[in-house]
């Protein structure tokens, strides 16, 4: 068991400077497990909810003073001095206290933060590092990080509407080698796109480079002639986050592709095309978060990319039911602070194993250095997880927690994405037409 003698709450800033809660849990041991809750920049209609004071005098509305609060005036109470038995028992006094079905009363960030503290207190109880606390199985397999290049959104007068563009080193021998080629790609890729546009160019919401075109098969093609140029032909996928809830008229039944306006159909039939000329590992919430016949068609179509659900499923097992009987996805984005608790999230992870679904580990844009999603990445045994582009302190950590798990876990081997079964990697990469 373990008996709490002390849980301490602040409010402190993300990597994009906004405020979140964090969360400090002593136990009687003297041991020390701490928490906090990072948020997105694009967040799901059916997350939980992120309690924020909504002053607009403080960080802008941002501000998370109620939700620390909520720490320190209930969950403390109810916590202190109690013999604990695991991470279950622990989540289901908080879902408890809270008794919303999304976390809306105490907030989402206040009880994931309180929930994460307990599992790192945990496992340091243990002697273990949280991925060896959490693992079911024997750890054999260190994840390929996919890193973010290219950010959607409006660059001038460009507007790209899919989210993210990323690369996966499918190729590498080992993660030391996956992450030079992805901090290789990300620099030449750099240099291309300067040549495209020439000029250098801007930074996106999640820090990789601004979409230069409106077309994503421009993009595509100019991250092939990157990986030409840096001499990794044939050892690299793509992948894209297209996020199209955020370009969805609701009203029209309509999707933005490019500078058309497309319906669901239409859209999947241009991906399937990309998908031909490019090595799609996996491609992200494809149509809108509540389309799930949309989804379920794209499972059928796509016949060699993955289809992987991020704000179709939030992390929630009774949507990723629905998505199994529904034949929705391959594989849905695991983000735990989108349900709220730790063992919330490795219930629906659980769920996805027995029915042959990826897990996809993922940090939020608004992260934190030492993020827990990587030791469920780590610990759960994923294939690969998502990384941001190699610019920034908080992902580039992100890197370094896989290059020090693969020195721990003896004879840990990078994971073989191309042993996936819808995944086979086709023409090598940068055969298709050059953007230029």
């Known amino acids: 068991m373990t008996r709490i003698t002390e849980v301490i ?95 809306s009363r105490l907030g989402a960030n206040t009880v994931y933060s309180a929930s994460v503290a307990f599992l790192r207190a945990q496992a340091h109880e243990a002697g273990q590092p949280v991925y060896r606390h959490i693992a079911r199985e024997p750890l054999r397999s260190i994840p390929v990080p996919a890193f973010n290049m290219i950010n959607g959104g409006r660059a001038g007068d460009v507007v790209q509407p899919f989210n993210e563009f990323l690369v996966v080193p499918v190729g590498a021998r080992d993660i030391d080698e996956a992450v030079q080629m992805g901090v290789t790609l990300f620099a030449v890729l750099g240099e291309v796109l300067t040549r495209f546009a020439a000029r250098p160019p801007g930074v996106g919401g999640s820090y990789g480079y601004l979409a230069p075109s409106c077309d994503p098969g421009v993009v595509l093609a100019l991250m092939e002639d990157a990986v030409v140029e840096a001499g990794y032909a044939g050892r690299v996928a793509f992948a894209l986050d297209c996020a199209s809830s955020e370009f969805y008229d609701r009203e029209r039944g309509t999707y933005r592709y490019a500078d058309a306006e497309v319906t669901g159909a239409e859209l999947i039939e241009r991906v399937r095309r990309l998908s031909l000329d490019h090595d799609l590992l996996f491609v992200e919430d494809l149509l809108d978060e509540d389309d799930w016949a949309g989804f379920t068609l794209a499972k059928q179509v796509l016949d060699r990319t993955l289809i992987l659900g991020d704000d179709l499923i939030v992390t929630n097992r009774d949507r990723l039911e629905r998505a199994i009987a529904e034949a929705a996805i391959d594989g849905f984005v695991l983000k735990p602070n989108q349900v709220g608790t730790i063992s919330e999230a490795l219930d629906t992870h659980e769920l996805a194993r027995r029915n042959g679904i990826l897990s996809t580990p993922s940090g939020r844009s608004g992260g934190v250095v030492d993020d827990i999603v990587m030791d469920l990445s780590v610990g759960l045994q994923a294939p690969f997880q998502k990384n941001g582009a190699p610019r920034s302190g908080e992902r580039i950590e992100k890197l370094n927690f896989l ?28 055969s298709a037409p050059s953007a230029r």
């Not at 969360?23 to 992120?50: C, I, K, N, Y």
């Not at 005036?73 to 202190?80: F, G, K, M």
């Not at 290059?403 to 940068?430: C, M, V, W």
């Open 403 to 430: 290059i020090r798990a693969a020195q721990k876990i003896a004879g840990a081997e990078l994971a073989r994405l191309g042993d996936l079964a819808r995944f086979s990697p086709g023409p090598a990469a940068g």
């Open 9 to 103: 709450a602040r409010q402190v800033l993300d990597c994009k400077a906004r405020p979140m809660v964090e969360v400090d849990l002593v136990t009687a041991s003297g041991h020390l497990g701490r928490g906090a809750a990072p948020t997105g920049s694009t967040v799901g209609a059916h997350e939980a909810v992120v309690l924020r004071d909504g002053d607009p005098g403080d960080y802008r509305g941002l501000s998370v003073h109620a939700a620390v609060r909520n720490v320190l005036d209930e969950i403390v109470p109810a916590v202190i001095g109690r013999d604990i038995v695991d991470q279950e028992g622990f989540d289901r006094i908080l879902i408890d206290l809270d008794g919303t079905s999304d976390k």
